[in-house]
């Protein structure tokens, strides 16, 4: 892989988390410690920023299904599942 195609890569990986990963945050300040708001350009702002390093790091994090699933998810019966709808 060339300079170029690693750096365009990264680039579409930011893209890509500004719009369907970050959907927002919370206790993020800047330098002077006043809250930014999130929003898509300052996210994508932020994210290049990171390092590749790291932000390999929290690709892979992503990449990985099982960090978004509950450990304990309780599962309904049919028969719950029927009764919260006829409600």
Same mark, same amino acid.
């Given at each position: 892989?060339?300079?170029?195609? !690693? @750096?365009?890569?990264?680039?579409? =990986?930011?893209?890509?988390?500004?719009?369907? !990963?970050?959907?927002?945050?919370?206790?993020? #300040? =800047?330098?002077?410690?006043?809250? $930014? /708001?999130? =929003? @898509?350009?300052? #996210?994508?702002?932020?994210?290049?920023? !990171? /390092?590749?390093? %790291?932000?390999?790091?929290?690709?892979?994090? #992503?990449?990985? !299904?099982?960090?978004?699933?509950?450990?304990?998810?309780? $599962? %309904? *019966? /049919?028969? *719950?599942? *029927? *009764?919260?709808?006829?409600?």
């Amino acid at each position: 892989a060339t300079t170029a195609s !690693i @750096a365009a890569a990264r680039q579409e =990986d930011v893209e890509l988390f500004t719009s369907f !990963i970050v959907t927002g945050w919370s206790n993020v #300040c =800047d330098a002077k410690l006043k809250p $930014v /708001p999130f =929003d @898509a350009e300052v #996210c994508e702002q932020f994210l290049e920023q !990171i /390092p590749s390093d %790291m932000f390999g790091e929290l690709r892979d994090f #992503c990449l990985d !299904i099982d960090n978004f699933r509950a450990d304990d998810l309780e $599962v %309904m *019966e /049919p028969e *719950e599942q *029927e *009764e919260l709808t006829e409600k």
